[in-house]
């Protein structure tokens, strides 16, 4: 199946609300629909031709310290692992850090879990940008919803408020 990339702004019906309202005063922001049983991105690589070097996921963690839970977004291409227990933990000062539930992740970004994405997350979140992320000339992330996908230079998500570039793998 063939991907029909358009700029987001003229398809803000496939975007989760708040990634809509960021991409609105974004440009270089291009969305594609998808079968959203296809979301989870081993699927839609294999489905629509899209290499796993191609695709970024944003992973949400929570970190914890002095009984406070802080969240923050990682994003990894599809081909790796985020070393959540050493490099994320040290850089977000947590005695304890681990994936977010489902449950709070979709809560909290008001996003569908399977289409989480750094575009529209809440104001206070770290958005950690792994540099193979930033040094990508497009990859292939999340819109908020399981039913399209939004492609993005690696540039634009390491400029965005609250991102910090650093090497995310262990």
């Not at 629509?48 to 191609?54: C, I, K, P, R, S």
């Not at 990682?74 to 489902?102: E, Q, Y």
Request: hydrophobic share 45%; glycine share 10%; charged share 20%.
């Amino acid at each position: 199946m063939t991907l029909h990339w358009v700029p987001a702004t003229e398809r803000i019906d496939l975007l989760a609300d708040p990634v809509a309202h960021v991409v609105t005063n974004m440009g270089g922001v291009e969305v594609t629909e998808i079968d959203p049983g296809l979301a989870d991105t081993a699927e839609f690589c294999e489905r629509y031709g899209v290499t796993l070097d191609e695709s970024a996921n944003c992973v949400v963690v929570a970190a914890k310290r002095g009984g406070e839970t802080r969240y923050a977004a990682c994003m990894v291409l599809a081909t790796m692992k985020i070393d959540v227990n050493g490099v994320v933990r040290r850089h977000l000062d947590a005695r304890k850090t681990s994936f977010a539930p489902m449950a709070d992740a979709v809560e909290l970004t008001g996003m569908e879990y399977g289409g989480i994405t750094p575009l529209g997350l809440p104001d206070d979140w770290p958005i950690l940008v792994d540099t193979h992320v930033a040094e990508h000339p497009k990859v292939v992330i999340g819109s908020g919803v399981r039913r399209s996908k939004l492609a993005v230079s690696g540039a634009t998500l390491a400029g965005l408020k609250r991102a910090e570039v650093l090497s995310l793998a262990g």
